[in-house]
């Protein structure tokens, strides 16, 4: 039901920042629990990390915990990745979507999509080259 629109790709050099934005909207944005993902070309679709709709909870992939980082704005209804010292294997389209949620003590955000068949936005691209 949320809709995304990514922007802030580009091209960088390496070492390198970018901070791209994801704009959502919808009627469940009160309560809401996104992460980015991104594609390469020759590679599966990888995650790169989430926020949590309430207390801000972050989970990282491993790759990018160090170089990353996520962040959302609940009043501009945004998610923003942070992204430092990019490396030419960052090179990517990156989305934002919203996420399945880990429920033990609150929900939280997960690592993956909401759903398996998922309706991905436009995505931003990411080239980092000299």
């Known amino acids: 039901q949320l809709h995304f629109v990514e922007s802030g790709g580009g091209l960088v050099h390496p070492g390198g920042s970018l901070r791209i934005s994801c704009d959502a909207s919808?009627?469940?944005?009160?309560?809401?629990?996104i992460g980015w993902f991104r594609q390469a070309p020759g590679k599966e679709r990888e995650a790169v990390a989430c926020?949590?709709?309430?207390?801000?909870?972050?989970k990282y992939a491993d790759t990018f915990k160090d170089r990353f980082t996520i962040s959302r704005d609940d009043a501009k209804k945004a998610v923003y990745l942070q992204m430092d010292n990019l490396e030419p294997e960052d090179s990517a389209i990156y989305y934002c979507?919203?996420?399945?949620?880990?429920?033990?003590?609150?929900?939280?955000?997960?690592?993956?999509?909401?759903?398996?068949?998922?309706?991905w936005g436009p995505g931003t691209e990411v080239t980092v080259s000299s």
């Open positions: 979507q919203e996420t399945a949620l880990y429920v033990v003590v609150r929900p939280t955000c997960t690592l993956r999509p909401v759903s398996e068949n998922v309706k």
């Open positions: 926020v949590s709709s309430h207390d801000s909870d972050t």
């Open positions: 919808g009627s469940t944005l009160s309560n809401w629990n």
